[in-house]
């Protein structure tokens, strides 16, 4: 069997086995069901990519086709995916960092009423993910667009019982379908151009230069407005911080592996049209630039540890759209795949944390947590390291190609990002500091219960904690030799034949990049470190904090203004409707034609009363009618 449909069909064969039968299943069986398919998956993957590498049979990739979905005039959409040197890497990461996640989810989710519907979601959101990033045309991605959307609701509000909860499973769902009618109506334009959705029939297309620059800017800022919807940029970005209610294993899901990256991967895949597209460029670069200071701002002075980390994720994504801006999209990518290393293992450090401390996720509730905690404390060290860009670790590497990208397209935006780094070093060491140094303050849960997880939950840490050290070799920069240096670059130069046109800058003018990013690592290091462990200070309640604090703590106040501007007139005018418009016209409506049909009814009632007479009266008087009708006409 093609190994595009084992990729595809194990986890969908997971969610239907689970989902049908995993109520009447043991718990270790339902979780390392799903566990295995998704694992399997990856293995498959890992052939595939292989053959890539080595076999010049499959340098054009592995298509299989299913079927014809739609065959309508001249409207034709295949049921049909394609494994290329961009998707691989995209089924890598998701199939990888979707096993581990699943395989810490069997310990993290062992007490939970719903252990087998949460497998079965987990599972759905992978295949779905999959469909995504294998389809070989749009409606195809579409699909998998729409899919995840759905998933990710489930997730996120899987503890339904909680009010709060479901309104951030809604908000998720609301926000991103505002984000999906702008793909939506970018998949339109390219079809009213081209006359097809096929990656194979468009992409060259685009690429010939033949298409008006004020079409590819309008197809490229609709799909652009469907990324910022999926990938949390301003101004749709306040879904993926709301997304913590979901179980930690989700939020490591979803912001690492896959449906944030999905606005990534769309831009990277469409490479010749926003290549093309200078105006949509730039709007990519000042909303991502925008959304990674914001956020990073937001980030410190939250207190809940995911609320820190999902800042950071809005924050990350943004640089990444900074790189995609800026015409780097080995950059972006890049960084996505180290993100995934790094931002899934901090994802579920917090949730071991939050495992041993009884729930707890405020960060002023813990302290000294390194003592009882050795594994979770050494990997999520390396995840800090790494996000905040120590030397050499993943994050360091990947971070710095962005900053020189930028640098070498715009000196503002150069600066705005490092300004973003150096935050991104503040936030997240007060985060580290305060959790795991100082002394233990949490007078609900004794520090004596406070206990390492078991290992389901740390051998996913610790193969996530190796990824975010070695993560930097898939694109090492130039300076450390042409033989071991920008690997991923030549990786994908097939898929992105346009694009990482940069002029050269001199390794005198890179290492003193370098030294700026290491300066700002260490600045930020030394200041956390001097005032949450030298100083053994804590983070101020929210109500002693300054005013410029409770801007950051209130993060700026932007779901308050949504809330006035958009959510509450709607919610205004949906009870004028109710009270007005539903009640008194359509319910009147409604109402006034059940009033008639009830009378014909009741006339009918009389008349239909089974009495002979009556029958037979009627009888007589149609005969007359119809006699005298004749004799008239």
């Given at each position: 069997m093609?190994?595009?449909?084992?990729?595809?069909?194990?986890?969908?064969?997971?969610?239907?086995?689970?989902?049908?039968f995993?109520?009447?299943?043991?718990?270790?069986?339902?979780?390392?069901?799903?566990?295995?398919?998704?694992?399997?998956?990856?293995?498959?993957?890992?052939?595939?990519?292989?053959d890539?590498?080595?076999?010049?049979?499959?340098?054009?990739?592995?298509?299989?086709?299913?079927y014809?979905?739609?065959?309508?005039?001249?409207?034709?959409?295949?049921?049909?995916?394609?494994?290329?040197?961009?998707?691989?890497?995209?089924?890598?990461?998701?199939?990888?960092?979707?096993?581990?996640?699943?395989?810490?989810?069997?310990?993290?989710?062992?007490?939970?009423?719903?252990?087998?519907?949460f497998?079965?979601?987990?599972n759905?959101?992978?295949?779905?993910?999959?469909?995504?990033?294998?389809?070989?045309?749009?409606?195809m991605?579409?699909?998998?667009?729409?899919?995840?959307?759905?998933?990710?609701?489930?997730?996120?509000?899987?503890?339904?019982?909680?009010a709060?909860?479901?309104?951030?499973?809604?908000?998720?769902?609301?926000?991103?379908r505002?984000?999906?009618?702008g793909?939506?109506m970018?998949?339109?334009?390219?079809?009213?151009?081209?006359?097809?959705?096929?990656?194979?029939?468009?992409?060259?297309?685009?690429?010939?230069g033949?298409?008006?620059?004020?079409?590819?800017t309008?197809?490229?800022?609709?799909?652009?407005?469907?990324?910022?919807?999926?990938?949390?940029?301003?101004?749709?970005?306040?879904?993926?911080?709301?997304a913590?209610?979901?179980?930690?294993?989700?939020?490591?899901l979803?912001h690492?592996?896959?449906?944030?990256?999905?606005?990534?991967y769309?831009?990277?895949?469409?490479?010749?049209?926003?290549?093309?597209?200078?105006?949509t460029?730039?709007?990519?670069?000042w909303?991502?630039?925008?959304?990674?200071?914001?956020?990073?701002?937001?980030?410190?002075?939250?207190?809940?540890?995911?609320?820190?980390?999902?800042?950071?994720?809005?924050?990350?994504?943004?640089?990444?759209?900074?790189?995609?801006?800026?015409?780097?999209?080995?950059?972006?990518?890049?960084?996505?795949?180290?993100?995934?290393?790094?931002?899934?293992?901090?994802?579920?450090?917090?949730?071991?944390?939050?495992?041993?401390?009884?729930?707890?996720?405020?960060?002023?509730?813990?302290?000294?947590?390194?003592?009882?905690?050795?594994?979770?404390?050494?990997?999520?060290?390396?995840?800090?390291?790494?996000?905040?860009?120590?030397?050499?670790?993943?994050?360091?590497?990947?971070?710095?190609?962005?900053?020189?990208?930028?640098?070498?397209?715009?000196?503002?935006?150069?600066?705005?990002?490092?300004?973003?780094?150096?935050?991104?070093?503040?936030?997240?060491?007060?985060?580290?500091?305060?959790?795991?140094?100082?002394?233990?303050?949490?007078?609900?849960?004794?520090?004596?219960?406070?206990?390492?997880?078991?290992w389901?939950?740390?051998?996913?840490?610790?193969?996530?904690?190796?990824?975010?050290?070695?993560?930097?070799?898939?694109?090492?920069?130039?300076?450390?030799?042409?033989?071991?240096?920008?690997?991923?670059?030549?990786?994908?130069?097939?898929?992105?034949?346009?694009?990482?046109?940069?002029?050269?800058?001199?390794?005198?003018?890179?290492?003193?990049?370098?030294?700026?990013?290491?300066?700002?690592?260490?600045?930020?290091?030394?200041?956390?470190?001097?005032?949450?462990?030298?100083?053994?200070?804590?983070?101020?309640?929210?109500?002693?904090?300054?005013?410029?604090?409770?801007?950051?703590?209130?993060?700026?106040?932007?779901?308050?203004?949504?809330?006035?501007?958009?959510?509450?007139?709607?919610?205004?005018?949906?009870?004028?409707?109710?009270?007005?418009?539903?009640?008194?016209?359509?319910?009147?409506?409604?109402?006034?034609?059940?009033?008639?049909?009830?009378?014909?009814?009741?006339?009918?009632?009389?008349?239909?009363?089974?009495?002979?007479?009556?029958?037979?009266?009627?009888?007589?008087?149609?005969?007359?009618?119809?006699?005298?009708?004749?004799?008239?006409?």
């Amino acid at each position: 069997m093609n190994s595009i449909a084992l990729i595809l069909g194990l986890p969908i064969a997971g969610f239907l086995i689970n989902g049908l039968f995993g109520k009447s299943l043991p718990k270790s069986v339902v979780g390392w069901l799903g566990t295995f398919a998704v694992l399997a998956s990856f293995v498959i993957a890992l052939g595939v990519f292989n053959d890539l590498r080595l076999n010049p049979d499959f340098q054009n990739g592995l298509n299989f086709k299913l079927y014809t979905f739609l065959n309508v005039g001249n409207f034709h959409v295949d049921f049909a995916f394609s494994l290329d040197r961009l998707s691989v890497m995209m089924t890598l990461i998701i199939t990888g960092i979707g096993s581990l996640i699943h395989l810490y989810s069997i310990a993290y989710m062992h007490e939970d009423e719903g252990f087998y519907k949460f497998f079965a979601y987990l599972n759905l959101f992978i295949f779905n993910m999959l469909i995504l990033v294998l389809g070989s045309n749009f409606m195809m991605l579409f699909f998998g667009w729409e899919g995840v959307g759905l998933c990710s609701y489930l997730l996120i509000g899987f503890w339904y019982k909680n009010a709060e909860y479901g309104k951030a499973a809604r908000k998720a769902f609301v926000m991103n379908r505002i984000g999906d009618l702008g793909l939506l109506m970018g998949l339109f334009l390219i079809f009213h151009q081209y006359q097809s959705l096929d990656y194979n029939i468009v992409l060259p297309k685009i690429a010939d230069g033949s298409t008006s620059v004020y079409m590819l800017t309008a197809i490229s800022m609709c799909l652009f407005v469907g990324a910022m919807g999926k990938s949390a940029q301003i101004p749709l970005y306040t879904w993926l911080p709301d997304a913590m209610a979901g179980p930690t294993p989700v939020s490591a899901l979803i912001h690492a592996a896959t449906m944030v990256t999905a606005g990534v991967y769309l831009i990277v895949r469409c490479e010749a049209l926003f290549y093309l597209s200078p105006i949509t460029n730039n709007v990519i670069m000042w909303v991502g630039l925008a959304t990674s200071l914001l956020a990073a701002f937001i980030g410190l002075k939250q207190n809940d540890i995911k609320k820190v980390l999902a800042y950071s994720t809005v924050s990350q994504l943004g640089l990444m759209f900074v790189a995609i801006g800026c015409g780097a999209y080995t950059a972006a990518m890049f960084h996505l795949a180290t993100h995934a290393f790094f931002k899934a293992l901090l994802f579920l450090g917090s949730g071991s944390v939050i495992h041993a401390m009884h729930h707890e996720q405020d960060i002023r509730q813990m302290g000294g947590l390194k003592a009882k905690m050795p594994i979770t404390y050494i990997t999520f060290l390396i995840g800090t390291l790494a996000i905040t860009g120590f030397p050499f670790l993943s994050g360091f590497f990947s971070k710095d190609e962005i900053l020189i990208a930028a640098f070498e397209h715009n000196k503002i935006v150069y600066i705005l990002a490092v300004l973003s780094a150096t935050v991104t070093g503040l936030y997240m060491f007060r985060m580290f500091f305060t959790t795991f140094h100082g002394t233990y303050r949490n007078h609900h849960h004794s520090f004596e219960k406070v206990h390492e997880s078991p290992w389901q939950m740390s051998v996913p840490l610790m193969v996530l904690a190796v990824l975010s050290v070695l993560g930097g070799l898939l694109n090492l920069p130039k300076y450390l030799g042409e033989g071991v240096s920008h690997k991923l670059a030549h990786w994908l130069a097939p898929i992105l034949p346009m694009a990482e046109n940069h002029s050269e800058i001199s390794h005198s003018t890179e290492f003193a990049l370098l030294g700026v990013a290491v300066t700002v690592f260490i600045i930020a290091f030394l200041y956390t470190r001097f005032k949450y462990v030298s100083r053994n200070a804590v983070p101020e309640s929210d109500e002693k904090t300054p005013y410029l604090g409770k801007l950051l703590v209130n993060k700026f106040y932007v779901d308050e203004i949504y809330d006035t501007i958009i959510v509450k007139p709607l919610e205004m005018c949906s009870q004028i409707v109710d009270s007005f418009v539903d009640s008194k016209i359509i319910g009147g409506f409604v109402s006034g034609i059940s009033s008639v049909l009830l009378k014909i009814s009741n006339l009918n009632k009389r008349i239909q009363n089974g009495n002979i007479e009556y029958y037979l009266t009627f009888m007589v008087i149609a005969l007359a009618l119809f006699l005298g009708f004749n004799l008239l006409f």
